[in-house]
Nanobody
């Protein structure tokens, strides 16, 4: 069983930055997803177990960066130049794996989910 805990959400002005973190064990692919009010949950970013592969939603490339520190079992998501439309509940998700370079976009691939952390971007 993999337990995930997100942290770092909060209120930030447009143009600002936030750094979320997910406490996740190694041997997992980790994905970040978000769900805005009235919308479906959507893919944000993912990182392979080994940390060498990353993937991002096309609209977020260049503003969001996912990384991982397997020694500390953390997967941060750095979010820069935040926009009003980035307001959402952000979730981290994990899939146990023996594949160092596997990565997934679809939420159905993930087995374990955190409780979510609210990010609110104000004008």
């Amino acid at each position: 069983q993999v337990q995930l805990v997100e942290s770092g959400g909060g209120l930030v002005q447009a143009g600002g930055s936030l750094r979320l973190s997910c406490a996740a064990s190694a041997r997992t692919v980790v994905g970040w997803f978000r769900q805005a009010p009235g919308k479906e949950r959507e893919f944000v970013a993912a990182i392979s177990w080994g940390g060498t592969l990353t993937d991002y939603a096309d609209t977020l490339k260049g503003r969001f960066t996912v990384s991982r520190d397997n020694a500390k079992n953390t997967v941060p998501l750095q979010m820069n130049s935040l926009k009003l439309e980035d307001t959402a509940v952000y979730y981290c998700a994990a899939k146990s794996t023996n594949c160092v370079s596997c990565i997934y976009r679809h939420e159905d691939e993930y087995e374990f989910w955190g409780q979510g952390t609210q990010v609110t971007v104000s004008s």
